[in-house]
């Protein structure tokens, strides 16, 4: 098994940043794809960002492109979500996973194996 642990979530003005972290429990980590999803109020959980086992592949929503960025420290075990120019539209719960089968359907939450318990993200106008 393998424990993921958000942290960097908070409150911020419209405009502003922020930056997600999620630290795992194993360095078995470094062989999975890494996805960051976020879930709003009555919403479906969606795909915000996602990066495969070495940091050379890196996937994104249409709606962060350009504003967010994902990256990975394999020799820490940890991965992160650099957010700038954040809207209210990005309020919501993020959480980290991890995919042991390389990510291919990486869009889908039901592919993940672990996540992480979600850390709170809200921005205000």
């Known amino acids: 098994q393998v424990q993921l642990v958000e942290s960097g979530g908070g409150s911020v003005q419209a405009g502003g940043s922020l930056r997600l972290s999620c630290a795992a429990s194993r360095r078995t980590f470094s062989f999975m794809y890494m996805g960051w999803f976020r879930q709003a109020p009555g919403k479906e959980r969606e795909f915000v960002a996602g990066?495969?086992?070495?940091?050379?592949?890196?996937n994104y929503e249409d709606f962060v492109k350009g504003r967010f960025t994902i990256s990975r420290d394999n020799a820490k075990n940890t991965a992160y979500l650099q957010m700038n120019s954040l809207k209210p539209d990005d309020t919501a719960v993020y959480y980290c996973?991890?995919?042991?089968?390389?990510?291919?359907?990486?869009?889908?939450?039901?592919?993940?194996?672990?996540w992480g318990q979600g850390t709170q993200v809200t921005v205000s106008s």
């Open positions: 990066i495969s086992m070495s940091g050379g592949t890196t």
């Open positions: 996973a991890v995919d042991e089968k390389g990510g291919i359907y990486y869009r889908d939450a039901r592919k993940y194996d672990y």
